[in-house]
Nanobody, 123 residues
């Protein structure tokens, strides 16, 4: 069992960058797939990026491809989301989620969720 904890959110101007971190407790974090999701006001939670246990597989939603990069350091039990060229439409609460073994694009596939971190991009 793991407990993800997000950090790194904040207020940034359009075109700027932020790096989110997802730190998880548990000795077996390297056996978990991890996803980043986001939820904007009045909208459903949506997939942003996923990464497999060994980082051999990564995927992104189309709207962030070429701007965001997901990575992980299993020695630190941490997954990162580097966000560049941020746009106002990236404004949302960003959540980290983990599930045993494989990563998945679906929110209902994840067992463990963090509390979220707010990202606000001003125009």
């Amino acid at each position: 069992q793991v407990q993800p904890v997000e950090s790194g959110g904040g207020l940034v101007q359009a075109g700027g960058s932020l790096r989110l971190s997802c730190a998880a407790s548990g000795r077996t974090f390297n056996t978990y797939g991890v996803g980043w999701f986001r939820q904007a006001p009045g909208k459903e939670r949506e997939f942003v990026a996923i990464i497999s246990q060994s980082a051999g597989f990564k995927d992104y939603t189309d709207s962030v491809k070429g701007r965001f990069a997901i990575s992980r350091d299993n020695t630190k039990n941490t997954v990162y989301l580097q966000m560049n060229s941020l746009k106002p439409e990236d404004t949302a609460i960003y959540y980290c989620a983990a599930r045993p073994y494989s990563s998945n694009w679906r929110t209902d596939a994840y067992n463990y969720w963090g509390q979220g971190t707010q990202v606000t991009v001003s125009s």
